[in-house]
């Protein structure tokens, strides 16, 4: 099973970016899926998730400023990431979970900085 996320870089206070998570190997319609970001020093949050009906879920900090979606038939998921803060800056990972079996993928490297 492979998690391929993407989609990372430098951005400036304000800007946006949008991640993405192309899965393999799994029967993706079943799985929630999940982005989690670890910035340095700290431990690895959980950012945003998504289930197999579209039910949403995000961390208060990001509430309003990130959007998680799904794309079933390509198996992605996808993280649009608007308004960011240099708090934001953080290596993000997707996570694919389903009765306690999960899946990661290697993080995406953002940075926001001026």
């Known amino acids: 099973v492979q998690l391929q996320a993407s989609g990372g870089g430098l951005v400036r206070p304000g800007g946006s970016l949008r991640l993405s998570c192309a899965a393999s190997?799994?029967?993706?319609?079943?799985?929630?899926m999940n982005w989690y970001r670890q910035a340095p020093g700290k431990e690895r949050e959980l950012v945003a998730s998504i289930t197999s009906a579209d039910s949403t879920n995000y961390t208060d900090s990001v509430k309003g400023r990130f959007t998680i979606s799904r794309d079933n038939a390509k198996k992605t998921v996808s993280l649009q990431m608007n308004s960011l803060k240099p708090e934001d800056t953080a290596d993000y990972y997707c996570?694919?979970?389903?009765?306690?079996?999960?899946?990661w993928g290697k993080g995406t490297q953002v940075t926001v900085s001026s």
């Open positions: 190997e799994i029967i993706f319609t079943f799985y929630t």
């Open positions: 996570n694919a979970r389903r009765y306690g079996v999960e899946y």
